[in-house]
């Protein structure tokens, strides 16, 4: 497939993702959530990819949020199905896909962006990075999950205030509340994203994969982690990369997961 608001670059095992509508501040309008909904479907079905980097063009904004131009008059009907499109076709899906995501937050990340970051696996941040939730300054709120993860990363009482002021975190507050893993100078964000990629891709596939579903499960209605991890711990001994791992351990040698 073909993209205009996206690139997608494939190297070493890495799939990067850049939102490309810089004039805009990579601002998610609908075509953008279609194209990368598509693009981490691809990349989670090519074998070849470890990890996935996503991050915006230009050195200012990761993502400005959702387009606001593209619901200025919506109707509450509409209103609803913007969300739980969003919800299904990207948001969702890349919190629960089975390759990791790292977005590399390289400046704002607002309303949807903030969203899309808190719904990857993992954010490093350059230090010009500006992380809000401004949603209620619209007359709307955060409708990507924002409600849900902000409160999950950071507690409830600090996202309430994030959220109530519609205000911006600065890179290094994000870092002491947990928002983000790690703060870098903007000119080594993707290299420290790459070289944490690397570490990643030494390690099985499917015990990531199976990391990923215990620790989602945690925050699913009615599903016993506890019980989700004893599956998934089972299942993990009839892979081939649990024979390749263990006797590698026996061998004294790497394990090559990645024959
Ligand atoms: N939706 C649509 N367009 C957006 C956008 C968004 N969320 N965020 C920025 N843009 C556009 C601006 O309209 C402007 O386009 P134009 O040049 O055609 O007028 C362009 O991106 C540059 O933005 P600008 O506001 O001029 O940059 P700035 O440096 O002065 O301010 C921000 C940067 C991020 C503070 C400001 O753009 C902003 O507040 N954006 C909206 C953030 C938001 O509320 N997001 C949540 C949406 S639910």
Redesign the pocket.
């Known amino acids: 497939m073909s993209y205009t608001n996206i690139v997608v670059e494939n190297s070493n095992h890495i799939c990067k993702i850049t939102i490309n509508r810089p004039?805009?501040?990579n601002?998610?309008?609908k075509a953008t959530i279609e194209e990368l909904s598509a693009a981490f479907k691809s990349a989670e079905s090519d074998s070849e990819i470890g990890v996935i980097i996503l991050t915006g063009s230009g050195e200012?904004?990761f993502v400005?949020?959702?387009?606001?131009?593209?619901?200025a008059d919506f109707s509450i009907d509409q209103g609803k199905e913007l969300s739980a499109k969003g919800h299904d076709s990207l948001f969702n899906l890349v919190e629960n896909l089975s390759t990791p995501v790292i977005a590399a937050v390289n400046g704002?990340a607002?309303?949807?962006?903030l969203e899309l970051a808190m719904s990857s696996h993992i954010r490093i941040a350059s230090s010009n990075a500006?992380l809000g939730?401004?949603?209620v300054?619209?007359g709307?709120i955060?409708?990507y999950g924002g409600t849900q993860r902000l409160a999950q990363l950071i507690g409830r009482g600090k996202a309430f205030e994030l959220i109530f002021s519609?205000g911006?975190m600065d890179a290094e507050t994000a870092l002491k509340w947990g928002l983000v893993n790690e703060v870098v100078e903007q000119a080594d964000l993707m290299a420290t994203c790459e070289k944490l990629a690397s570490k990643i891709l030494n390690n099985s596939p499917n015990a990531i994969a199976a990391a990923i579903r215990c620790v989602n499960a945690n925050y699913q209605n009615g599903v016993d982690g506890y019980a989700v991890e004893i599956e998934e711990f089972g299942k993990c001994f009839g892979t081939e990369e649990f024979n390749e791992g263990t006797q590698a351990f026996l061998e004294k040698r790497k394990p090559n997961f990645r024959k």
Request: glycine share 16%; hydrophobic share 45%; net charge neutral.
């Open positions: 004039d805009k501040l601002a998610l309008n200012k904004s400005a949020g959702a387009d606001i131009k593209e619901f704002f607002l309303g949807g962006g500006r939730l401004p949603e300054s619209l709307v955060p409708g519609a911006m």
